[in-house]
């Protein structure tokens, strides 16, 4: 095999950061490249190098062997080096075959061509064993299926090297399967992928070699046949995987705090990707973290809104420490002791253009004035302090710019939003989705502890893991319907799997 | 060095609208050494104190990535309202029959009304936005037209003018020696609306509405009211403008402040905040105000005609807005 692309001892600094030293990068033709890291580590600004969208310092690239330097996002696509962002970068009211080729359309002229432009696309996704009509528009698909269309993009453009930031991070167990299988095919082609996670599992699954990134320096680099999961760990972190937090008790109580009796939705036609519910029932008690487990799309998210009265539901009867109550929208849920931490960070929980401050008081700013509505900014700054110490918060200063900060500070930040609230019920999407190994360890740890002190936790995860790990009790969901229950000591992967994705299985409990 | 640089631009993204206001100052003061008399100065405030006035409230808008383009038309029909019942009512007798020559020659009372009328022009615009879902671009520039339709039709077209010396003197007075009442009234209502939006829930709230929606109503903000409430606000802000400036020309019209709009506008962007929300201030409203001033009245000791000034401004306004968005991606690179 030879190097398709080689980054020779790459230099970057930011303002009061040196975010790379001396880092090097070596992917061969054909290869899955595992690109690991904590959030902060330099695996971004490395792809962002690569990408045109950062100029490094110093250092140098060779691309197919020659000496390039990369200017523009533009001219690295053209030389074949795609990226797949975490955030997509589709055009939402356009169709899929007018996004894979989106400024290399197929006509005359100026005329577009609708027929080659469908039969081409066709052509690419049937590569990819894709069964979706080109014409779709991409609102109406889910994420895994959006991520296939920049990968079918990705591919249509001739692409050398692809570098897939985060791709599995927003996709359930299945969805997962089939990407890495895509991996594998593209492998098979002799496309080189660079694959950045935080799931080691699939690393150990899919890549052929790693290199590990530490504080903006390399950390180890080694085919993946020469390493184990802990090896890796500790080239990440600098300690072995027996340190990741494991809960030892259950705090649950028999004391219920919520209860939902056939919760109901619609089906909303401007949002087809949005799941109705049919019928959910379940409840949670004092101290308890409760477990929804459910593919993406399964209606998990669905539920948690509805019920924290950031969308309408149909039908449904929602009763909060035995009181029934109604729930109008999220100040209804606020008043009443209910906080949610949603599933996307950056879009429905950060103010990034505010500081770390404001974010973690926005909910909490009711208890932190003075005569007519002003902000006492003593009492804020107090409070803001003791979260930065109970929770660890990593941050240059509290006016440090929330969007400057890594993702596991982030959510801590929105954690702490709602800790300051005093909640009786913690409603967490996806609580550690997108951060690092160590930080998703404090997140877990901190979870415990707050079960401990009797606030209820209803935890959403796409990881199976996480929710085995972390559950007192577990539901499954499928399409809009709970599909089953079970208790921390008899859950497995393997049922929870069942329950999740096949059709016909029935509750137990 | 490299981050040293770095900082240097944010710096100077940050004071950029203040340092160009000065540039201005020094290349003017250079060119005519008058233009620095305090004569002209106290003008230059004056020129700009209603326009600026309602940036002021303009500036809410914008925080919540809104914008308000009916200030101008709703600025004539709350002048012109304010105007008439001052001098006995006689058009709002003609169009409505009831008798309002009892509140004739109250200046509380007319000043008063032509806030309320701003206010209800405001809510009516911010209930449209908020309820209706129609976007603020529409909403206000069906009521840039709604309004300079019913001030036309409120004074048949004509203007009411000839005021006593009670009511022009919030136009035309001066207190302290030089300084023109209109310029105190905008610098403080400057300094109390940047008070309202630095140190008070309500001003966190705005930021926090504009720089992101959902995640504002998700941490159990009423964005609505919110969002009604700025469109209220700049109501208020024309509707006073509409006052102050039918005072300060001893004339009402019903094409008073056609065209404000723009250099309202012009005067919250040039001052940094951004259209797309969540970032700004009213300290860069006051500054992005006093520049626009301070380019017209230089093109005027220059001699340079009307006309190019509006070519001039019009320029810098796509200018301040590329400036802002050059620096924040070289912040990035």
């Known amino acids: 095999?030879?190097?398709?692309?080689?980054?020779?001892?790459?230099?970057?600094?930011?303002?009061?950061?040196?975010?790379?030293?001396?880092?090097?990068?070596?992917?061969?033709?054909?290869?899955?490249?595992?690109?690991?890291?904590?959030?902060?580590?330099?695996?971004?600004?490395?792809?962002?190098?690569?990408?045109?969208?950062?100029?490094?310092?110093?250092?140098?690239?060779?691309?197919?062997?020659?000496?390039?330097?990369?200017?523009?996002?533009?001219?690295?696509?053209?030389?074949?080096?795609?990226?797949?962002?975490?955030?997509?970068?589709?055009?939402?009211?356009?169709?899929?075959?007018?996004?894979?080729?989106?400024?290399?359309?197929?006509?005359?002229?100026?005329?577009?061509?609708?027929?080659?432009?469908?039969?081409?696309?066709?052509?690419?996704?049937?590569?990819?064993?894709?069964?979706?009509?080109?014409?779709?528009?991409?609102?109406a698909l889910s994420v895994a299926e959006q991520q296939m269309?920049?990968?079918?993009?990705?591919?249509?453009?001739?692409?050398?090297?692809?570098?897939?930031?985060?791709?599995?991070?927003?996709?359930?167990?299945?969805?997962?399967?089939?990407?890495?299988?895509?991996?594998?095919?593209?492998?098979?082609?002799?496309?080189?992928?660079?694959?950045?996670?935080?799931h080691l599992e699939e690393v150990m699954r899919v890549c052929d070699h790693i290199t590990v990134l530490r504080d903006g320096r390399n950390a180890g680099s080694a085919p993946i046949g020469d390493v184990t999961l802990d090896n890796i760990i500790q080239m990440m972190v600098g300690r072995s995987a027996s340190e990741l937090f494991k809960r030892t008790q259950s705090y649950a109580t028999a004391e219920t705090v919520l209860s939902v009796r056939d919760l109901r939705t619609a089906?909303?036609?401007?949002?087809?990707?949005?799941?109705?519910?049919?019928?959910?029932?379940?409840?949670?008690?004092?101290?308890?973290?409760?477990?929804?487990?459910?593919?993406?799309?399964?209606?998990?998210?669905?539920?948690?809104?509805?019920?924290?009265?950031?969308?309408?539901?149909?039908?449904?009867?929602?009763?909060?420490?035995?009181?029934?109550?109604?729930?109008?929208?999220?100040?209804?849920?606020i008043r009443l002791g209910i906080g949610l931490i949603p599933e996307d960070r950056k879009q429905q929980a950060l103010f990034l253009a505010l500081a770390v401050r404001e974010n973690l008081s926005i909910a909490a700013l009711g208890r932190l004035l003075h005569w007519i509505n002003f902000v006492r900014f003593d009492a804020e700054r107090q409070m803001v302090e003791r979260y930065r110490q109970a929770l660890n918060i990593r941050m240059s200063g509290q006016d440090q710019t929330v969007g400057n900060l890594s993702g596991g500070n982030q959510q801590k930040v929105v954690i702490a939003r709602w800790l300051a609230m005093e909640p009786k019920l913690l409603i967490v999407d996806e609580p550690t989705r997108g951060i690092d190994v160590a930080a998703k360890a404090e997140v877990h740890q901190l979870l415990d502890e707050l079960a401990s002190r009797g606030i209820a936790i209803v935890m959403i995860s796409s990881e199976l893991p996480e929710i085995l790990s972390m559950s007192d009790r577990i539901l499954t969901i499928r399409e809009g319907r709970l599909t089953g229950e079970f208790q921390r000591a008899e859950a497995t992967e393997e049922r929870l799997m069942q329950a999740m994705a096949l059709s016909g299985a029935s509750a137990s409990s | 060095m490299n981050s040293r640089r770095i900082d240097v631009i944010r710096l100077l993204g940050q004071f950029a609208p203040f340092l160009f206001l000065i540039a201005l100052v020094l290349i003017f003061t250079s060119l005519n050494p008058r233009f620095l008399l305090p004569l002209n100065l106290w003008n230059i405030l004056r020129q700009v104190s209603i326009t600026g006035l309602i940036a002021i409230g303009m500036t809410f808008v914008i925080l919540t990535a809104g914008i308000?383009?009916?200030?101008?038309?709703?600025?004539?029909?709350?002048?012109?309202?304010?105007?008439?019942?001052?001098?006995?009512?006689?058009?709002?007798?003609?169009?409505?029959?009831?008798?309002?020559?009892?509140?004739?020659?109250?200046?509380?009372?007319?000043?008063?009304?032509?806030?309320?009328?701003?206010?209800?022009?405001?809510?009516?615009?911010?209930?449209?936005?908020?309820?209706?879902?129609?976007?603020?671009?529409?909403?206000?520039?069906?009521?840039?037209?709604?309004?300079?339709?019913?001030?036309?039709?409120?004074?048949?077209?004509?203007?009411?003018?000839?005021?006593?010396?009670?009511?022009?003197?919030?136009?035309?007075?001066?207190?302290?020696?030089?300084?023109?009442?209109?310029?105190?009234?905008?610098?403080?209502?400057?300094?109390?609306?940047?008070?309202?939006?630095?140190?008070?829930?309500?001003?966190?709230?705005?930021?926090?509405?504009?720089?992101?929606?959902?995640?504002?109503?998700?941490?159990?903000?009423?964005?609505?009211?919110?969002?009604?409430?700025?469109?209220?606000?700049?109501?208020?802000?024309?509707?006073?403008?509409?006052?102050?400036?039918?005072?300060?020309?001893?004339?009402?019209?019903?094409?008073?402040?056609?065209?404000?709009?723009?250099?309202?506008?012009?005067?919250?962007?040039?001052?940094?905040?951004?259209?797309?929300?969540?970032?700004?201030?009213?300290?860069?409203?006051?500054?992005?105000?006093?520049?626009?001033?301070?380019?017209?009245?230089?093109?005027?000791?220059?001699?340079?005609?009307?006309?190019?000034?509006?070519?001039?401004i019009g320029c810098i306004i796509v200018l301040a807005v590329w400036f802002d968005q050059f620096i924040k991606a070289r912040q990035k690179r």
């Open chain 1, 1 to 139: 095999m030879t190097a398709i692309l080689e980054m020779r001892s790459i230099n970057k600094a930011f303002p009061g950061v040196q975010a790379l030293s001396e880092v090097t990068l070596t992917v061969e033709r054909g290869q899955i490249h595992g690109l690991l890291g904590e959030n902060g580590a330099g695996k971004s600004t490395l792809m962002k190098i690569l990408a045109g969208v950062y100029a490094p310092d110093s250092g140098e690239i060779l691309f197919d062997g020659a000496s390039v330097s990369i200017a523009t996002p533009h001219q690295a696509q053209q030389m074949g080096i795609v990226t797949i962002y975490q955030e997509f970068t589709l055009v939402p009211h356009l169709t899929i075959a007018e996004n894979v080729f989106i400024g290399r359309e197929p006509g005359v002229g100026a005329f577009l061509s609708w027929g080659r432009l469908r039969d081409q696309t066709r052509a690419v996704m049937d590569g990819l064993g894709i069964t979706l009509d080109p014409m779709t528009p991409v609102s």
């Open chain 2, 68 to 312: 308000d383009l009916s200030v101008g038309s709703l600025l004539a029909l709350a002048g012109l309202v304010c105007a008439d019942i001052y001098k006995g009512g006689e058009f709002f007798t003609r169009l409505f029959g009831a008798d309002v020559s009892g509140l004739a020659g109250n200046v509380a009372i007319a000043a008063a009304l032509a806030m309320i009328i701003g206010v209800l022009g405001g809510l009516i615009q911010g209930i449209a936005v908020t309820r209706l879902g129609v976007p603020a671009f529409v909403v206000t520039l069906g009521g840039l037209s709604v309004f300079r339709g019913a001030a036309l039709q409120y004074s048949n077209g004509g203007p009411i003018s000839t005021f006593d010396a009670t009511y022009n003197f919030w136009g035309q007075g001066k207190v302290l020696g030089d300084v023109p009442v209109p310029v105190i009234i905008f610098l403080a209502f400057a300094v109390v609306a940047h008070i309202i939006l630095r140190y008070t829930r309500y001003g966190r709230h705005v930021y926090a509405v504009g720089g992101n929606i959902e995640a504002a109503r998700l941490s159990g903000l009423n964005t609505r009211r919110l969002i009604l409430s700025v469109y209220v606000i700049v109501g208020f802000f024309a509707g006073l403008g509409g006052f102050v400036l039918s005072s300060r020309l001893n004339s009402s019209e019903a094409v008073a402040g056609n065209g404000y709009e723009l250099t309202v506008i012009a005067s919250v962007v040039i001052g940094g905040t951004s259209l797309f929300g969540g970032r700004g201030s009213v300290l860069g409203t006051v500054v992005g105000s006093v520049l626009i001033g301070v380019l017209n009245n230089g093109l005027v000791l220059m001699n340079v005609s009307s006309y190019v000034q509006q070519i001039v």
């Open chain 1, 267 to 333: 089906a909303d036609p401007n949002n087809p990707n949005k799941t109705a519910l049919h019928g959910i029932s379940f409840e949670v008690r004092r101290g308890e973290i409760l477990g929804i487990a459910g593919l993406i799309g399964a209606g998990r998210t669905e539920a948690a809104r509805a019920i924290f009265g950031a969308d309408r539901f149909e039908h449904g009867a929602i009763t909060f420490e035995g009181k029934p109550v109604a729930i109008r929208s999220p100040l209804d849920a």
């Open chain 1, 149 to 198: 269309v920049e990968i079918a993009r990705a591919l249509s453009m001739q692409s050398k090297v692809i570098v897939m930031d985060e791709p599995t991070s927003a996709l359930s167990e299945h969805e997962v399967h089939q990407l890495l299988d895509i991996c594998r095919d593209l492998k098979a082609k002799g496309i080189s992928i660079i694959f950045i996670t935080h």
